[in-house]
């Protein structure tokens, strides 16, 4: 009789457990939002909202890919980064974005450590 509540307590605190670990691990990272809404600009991908749910797009060739909506946030963050290894390039405080042409788009003058970190770490830019 006394292990019954205890064996319900247990089954709550792992299913807390592995619903928090579920959320955590669906949860894209975070990102810097000045430098992230310039980005977005020049970032080729975008989401869209289907009847099935959400899609990424690629603006430029217009693919779409339908990845399960648990992982969409994650993919379009995989792709984003994808893009920003080959065409950013960091020039001490100074984000340069280049176009498919590999020419100069534009340049972003990066304010604050946090968002020079922020662009190495979420990019992997040296």
Known sequence: MKSKPLLIIA????????????LKESMPSYKNKRVYTILENYIPYIIEK????LSIVDKT???KEKPPAKQ??????QLEKMWGKEFLKLDKNILIIY???KKEVTKITLKTDEELNWVREYFQLK
Do not use: P, Q, W, Y
């Open 72 to 77: 969409v946030f994650l993919r379009l963050e």
């Open 11 to 22: 089954f709550f605190i792992i299913f807390m457990f592995l619903s928090i670990f579920a």
């Open 61 to 63: 060739t217009g693919v």
């Open 50 to 53: 289907r009847a099935g749910g």
């Open 99 to 101: 176009n498919k042409d």
